[in-house]
């Protein structure tokens, strides 16, 4: 399997692309950002690319993939609406569709987040721009699917980008495994969804937009241990 990944420098990215690389029926993890992940490894290559609204001329390298982890996304706090939707919005769609013309009926898998509004109408900002581009991506020829996790928990030395993040992850780190086993349907980790993508790239899944307890289902106990 041939999979791209946006995003992989973020915590969840970096998970799933650690997960990429360890199974061996992922012969080749190809990542698409601004910057290098910093990772080496024979099986992975990297696409530096700056602008990500756009992608002319890039149809070669963006085809012959199986599946794509978008993973790419921004926390909203103090962001206006537009901003957030640029990015939110803007860079899944604008690489979905791109790869909707390189590679038609690829599994595209994007990470919303739990309490994503599919109306596009509620209170809540992010809420309503994920539902927008949750509702976009189900439009295209793609086999799409959004993953709506809850908490994660960081795994394999994972740290996220967001400095507000990184200290709420390091008090509660001890934690952090009494929490997963208690609220199993409220925490994954970044093992779980990377091996849950995967399983789903493979297989496929019932649903088109999988909560907490559908990520969990897919992959069984084992990606925590």
């Known amino acids: 399997m041939k999979v791209l990944i946006f995003g992989a420098t973020g915590m969840v990215g970096q998970g799933v692309l650690l997960e990429c690389l360890r199974d061996p029926e992922v012969e080749l993890a190809v990542t698409v950002g601004r910057t290098a992940t910093g990772v080496r490894d ?5 696409i530096v690319h700056r602008d990500l609204l756009h992608y002319d001329g890039m149809e070669e390298s963006l085809a012959g993939f199986d599946a794509c982890f978008f ?9 206006k609406e537009a901003d957030y939707e640029r990015v939110t919005y803007g860079f899944t769609l604008a690489a979905a569709e791109a790869l909707s013309r390189a590679n038609p009926g690829m599994t595209f898998i994007y ?7 599919s109306t596009e109408h509620g209170r809540i900002m992010w809420a309503r721009v994920k539902g927008r581009t949750e509702n976009g991506l189900l439009k295209l020829p793609l086999n799409a699917y959004a993953f709506r996790p809850g908490f994660i928990e960081p795994m394999d030395s994972i740290q996220s ?3 507000s993040y990184r200290l709420f992850y390091k008090v509660l780190g001890p934690l952090l495994p009494l929490m997963h086993r208690m609220f199993p349907n409220q925490i994954l980790s970044t093992r779980e969804i990377g091996q849950a993508m995967l399983a789903v790239a493979r297989h496929g899944y019932a649903k088109r937009i999988l909560e907490t307890k559908d990520i969990r289902r897919v992959v069984g106990p084992r990606a925590s241990s």
């Not at 024979?42 to 990297?46: A, F, G, Q, T, V």
């Not at 993973?71 to 962001?79: E, F, K, N, P, R």
């Open 111 to 117: 990470v919303s987040g739990s309490g994503t509004d």
């Open 71 to 79: 993973c790419l996304g921004v926390a909203s706090t103090g962001m």
């Open 42 to 46: 024979p099986k992975l290559r990297e």
């Open 161 to 163: 980008k967001t400095p």
